[in-house]
């Protein structure tokens, strides 16, 4: 049945100055009904597809050519001399043009785009690039030089979509082309920051020689500012592609220096010099800014072994659940399994009831062990496995530093590097420290809500409030767990944290006020690589909620509003309340 929008336009093409005969008008009804009918057709079957595709099914060369013949029709009807006539009527010129441009956009994305998609999907899940511990550069460089060419098919079709009119008075039709306008430019951002990673990944991977890297694993139980506390690390070697991961050791291996093994200037060390952020593991990730942490990092290792490192790589028990969706479980030595589902309560929580320290630092090494080998020996699905990276990395529990300039631009393209921007423009991180020693913040929840007040005379008064939930229980955790060693002379109730909490804000961002529950605050404030970061510590109880308010008078800016998220055990809650300034 054909829509009464699209019979009002046809109506309105039929009354503009005669121009189209009755019969004319009828083949045009036709049309607009098979282009109408044939795109729904082709979504249905599209939905289908990538349904199959995120189940790791192959789609089948019968539901692809389903969705080419709709979209072939659909373009073919929408090509018409008919067509052509109406659609220079002013009253027809829009919708008529809209529908022709979102068939084209069809057309061009089932021949096209989807193709290479199903080609790349077939690539990756067959296992020809993955295998055992070696990972195949030449199919690598193949993989990444199809998503090049559906990337610049994206583009052209973005491009294309954009200069169909905006308005037609036909509402299905501008939100479908709204629709496939956002969804295009999605798609395509996603492919372009695959191909930026898979491409970065050639040199990575040691195509021109062998690469040795610093892996950290950060237990966010105990909160750093690039996520967690370094309780376990290895070396990982790439050459031509073959991985080997070695020398797994817990922190303690790892000695502090009695000089500092990096200099970051004389605002580092004045925010972080008295913890001596940079002559050990413990405080060396203070910072929110990961190049600074990894930096510390390669450093101290060189300072112990005497053996150079071209980069350093963190992730955490999340980002290692995330990996064991790809592989399947994993069978530690003690006879445990651990999985996807329980990995973080594992690591984070139950582990602390059942071991003493030392026990419990091997145990974690034993993990990093086993996923390292699950990885290697196993066979895990590239595509899930690449889907688990590229997850890991969008949350931030995949970063990565290189030593060598222009692999570290591309991480900072993929989204991987984990940098403070250096940039103007709205700007709210809230990050948290541990300050109490202990290992409390598994049970640490966050909130943050950006207000963004009017713009005027240059400038724009905002608020950045963040709540704060210890959401532990108030008895029955044990000692290791609840520790003070921030204030050990005295008692503290059983549960109970302190946190050094900051907030990044804007470039040229002015602190006017704070409250802790309402009361006023008194804040510190420094600066860190052109931000305002002001912060304070705070006493959480078990079961309490906290709520600190920061008024801030930034300049005024037309770019969209930035809220990095520091990757701890749970997730934060975000909202940003207000609109970019006017140009």
Not at 92 to 108: C, F, H, K, Q, T
Not at 154 to 173: C, D, E, H, N, Y
Not at 297 to 322: F, K, M, N, S, Y
Request: aromatic share 4%; with cysteine; charged share 20%.
């Amino acid at each position: 049945m054909v829509r009464r929008s699209h019979r009002r336009a046809i109506v309105w093409a039929a009354a503009v100055g005669g121009l189209l005969s009755v019969a004319s008008v009828g083949c045009l009804l036709w049309e607009v009904h098979e282009v109408q009918s044939n795109l729904a057709a082709a979504q249905v079957a599209t939905d289908r597809i990538r349904m199959d595709m995120v189940r790791h099914r192959l789609p089948s060369a019968e539901a692809l050519g389903s969705i080419q013949k709709h979209t072939a029709v659909a373009r073919r009807a929408a090509a018409t001399p008919v067509w052509g006539v109406a659609e220079r009527l002013p009253l027809m010129s829009p919708p008529l043009r809209s529908a022709r441009g979102l068939s084209v956009a069809a057309d061009e994305m089932a021949t096209g785009v989807l193709p290479e998609a199903v080609r790349l999907h077939q690539m990756l899940s067959s296992g020809q690039i993955v295998h055992k511990d070696r990972v195949d550069l030449r199919r690598l460089s193949a993989a990444t030089d199809l998503l090049g060419n559906v990337h610049r098919q994206l583009t052209g079709i973005q491009k294309g979509l954009s200069g169909l009119p905006g308005s037609t008075a036909v509402r299905r039709l501008d939100t479908a082309r709204q629709r496939m306008f956002d969804q295009v430019a999605s798609l395509s951002d996603s492919v372009s920051k695959a191909e930026s990673t898979t491409r970065l990944l050639m040199p990575v991977l040691g195509a021109s020689g062998p690469r040795s890297y610093f892996v950290a694993f950060q237990n966010n139980a105990e909160a750093r500012g690039t996520g967690g506390l370094v309780g376990t690390f290895g070396i990982l070697t790439a050459d031509r592609g073959r991985i080997t991961l070695h020398d797994f050791a817990s922190d303690g291996m790892l000695p502090n220096t009695t000089t500092p093994v990096a200099d970051f200037g004389p605002a580092f060390d004045g925010r972080y010099g008295p913890a001596e952020s940079t002559q050990g593991l413990a405080n060396s990730n203070l910072s929110a800014h990961f190049p600074f942490a990894a930096q510390i990092w390669v450093g101290l290792w060189e300072r112990h072994t005497g053996q150079r490192l071209d980069g350093a790589i963190a992730t955490d028990p999340v980002g290692l659940a995330h990996v064991l969706k790809a592989t399947g479980p994993v069978h530690l030595p003690d006879g445990k399994r651990l999985t996807a589902a329980n990995t973080v309560e594992l690591t984070e929580s139950t582990l602390y009831a059942s071991y003493n320290n030392i026990e419990r630092k091997r145990f974690l090494v034993q993990v990093a062990q086993s996923v390292a080998a699950a990885l290697l020996n196993h066979h895990p699905d590239s595509m899930a496995l690449f889907q688990a990276l590229r997850q890991n990395a969008d949350d931030g529990r995949l970063r990565m530093w290189s030593r060598d300039a222009s692999t570290e631009s591309a991480l900072e393209e993929a989204g991987l590097a984990g940098e403070v921007p250096e940039a103007t423009g709205p700007f709210a991180h809230l990050v948290v420290n541990n300050f109490a020693g202990n290992k409390m913040d598994y049970y640490l929840g966050r909130s943050l809500t950006y207000e963004l007040g009017p713009c005027e005379g240059g400038s724009r008064p905002s608020v950045v409030r963040m709540r704060l939930t210890n959401s532990a229980p108030a008895a029955g955790l044990p000692a290791l767990v609840t520790l003070r060693s921030d204030d050990p002379e005295h008692p503290h109730p059983p549960g109970s944290t302190r946190i050094w909490l900051s907030l990044y804000a804007s470039s040229g961002a002015r602190f006017t006020g704070a409250t802790l529950d309402g009361k006023r605050l008194l804040l510190s404030s420094t600066e860190e690589r052109g931000h305002l970061v002001v912060g304070a510590q705070v006493e959480l109880l078990p079961g309490q909620t906290r709520e600190v308010d920061v008024r801030l008078l930034e300049p005024a800016s037309e770019r969209t509003p930035v809220v990095p998220v520091q990757p701890l055990a749970r997730p934060q809650t975000t909202k940003v309340l207000g609109q970019p300034c006017a140009k």
